[in-house]
């Protein structure tokens, strides 16, 4: 019995610390140029099923015709999905001009 109880926890354990942060990588006519960074945060709940606030790439480029935006899993924000038990799920946008 301890040693299943020992094996469950070791697998858990890796399984924990394999997860990856994820990116997605998109970019809008010829991609970002100048180097101008804009951030911001999405909100959602329950893993990400229930959106509360999401940010607009097109708006936060501010009318550029070139951007690249990137949206991830940043290590805080799954810190955050983590601690509240997937009941908050944040994710961070990038606007590159």
């Known amino acids: 019995m301890k040693k299943n109880v020992l094996k469950a926890a070791l697998l858990l354990s890796i399984s924990v610390v394999m997860t990856s942060c994820f990116t997605l990588t ?3 006519g010829e991609g970002a140029k100048t180097g101008v960074v804009v951030q911001e945060k ?8 229930a959106p509360i606030k999401t940010s607009d790439p097109t ?6 015709k070139d951007y690249t935006v990137t949206v991830q899993h940043t290590f805080v ?3 955050l999905n983590a601690i509240t038990g997937g ?3 944040p994710t961070t946008t ?3 001009k």
């Open 87 to 89: 009941i908050y799920s």
């Open 94 to 96: 990038t606007v590159r």
């Open 26 to 28: 998109y970019s809008v």
């Open 59 to 64: 708006k936060m480029a501010g009318g550029a």
């Open 77 to 79: 924000d799954g810190l």
């Open 42 to 49: 999405n909100h959602y709940l329950i893993y990400g099923l």
